[in-house]
């Protein structure tokens, strides 16, 4: 059974930093791209950062860019979200997904397993 966990969230003050983690097991990554995306009850989900599945390619969305850095290691079937300078509206619950489509993108349609992802809160 495909499985997707994330961990690495958490409570951390404005200015602060976390690293998130995703984990698979049930597959490889190691042909898949992948996405984080992000919800709070004030918005809609949104992609956060993707990285194709040969990591040559990483998308971020403009709020993240700079701030926030997506690596994947496939020897480890992990994919990970550096996310630095946090701000208050980085609160959120975050998600990884995995998708076969030929580019990554920020679309959650594009995606085909998901994790039930994990609470970051920044706040002082």
């Known amino acids: 059974q495909l499985q997707l966990v994330e961990s690495g969230g958490g409570l951390v003050q404005p200015g602060g930093s976390l690293r998130l983690f995703c984990a698979a097991s049930?597959?490889?990554?190691?042909?898949?791209?992948l996405g984080w995306f992000r919800q709070s009850p004030w918005k809609e989900r949104e992609g956060v950062a993707c990285?194709?599945?040969?990591?040559?390619?990483?998308v971020y969305v403009a709020s993240v860019k700079g701030r926030f850095t997506i690596s994947r290691d496939n020897a480890k079937n992990t994919v990970y979200l550096q996310k630095n300078s946090l701000k208050p509206d980085d609160t959120a619950v975050y998600y990884c997904?995995?998708?076969?489509?030929?580019?990554?993108?920020?679309?959650?349609?594009?995606?085909?397993?998901w994790g039930k992802g994990t609470q970051v809160t920044v706040s002082s």
């Open positions: 997904a995995a998708g076969r489509r030929i580019l990554p993108t920020l679309v959650a349609d594009h995606y085909n397993s």
């Open positions: 049930g597959f490889s990554l190691e042909r898949y791209n």
């Open positions: 990285i194709r599945s040969s990591g040559a390619i990483k």
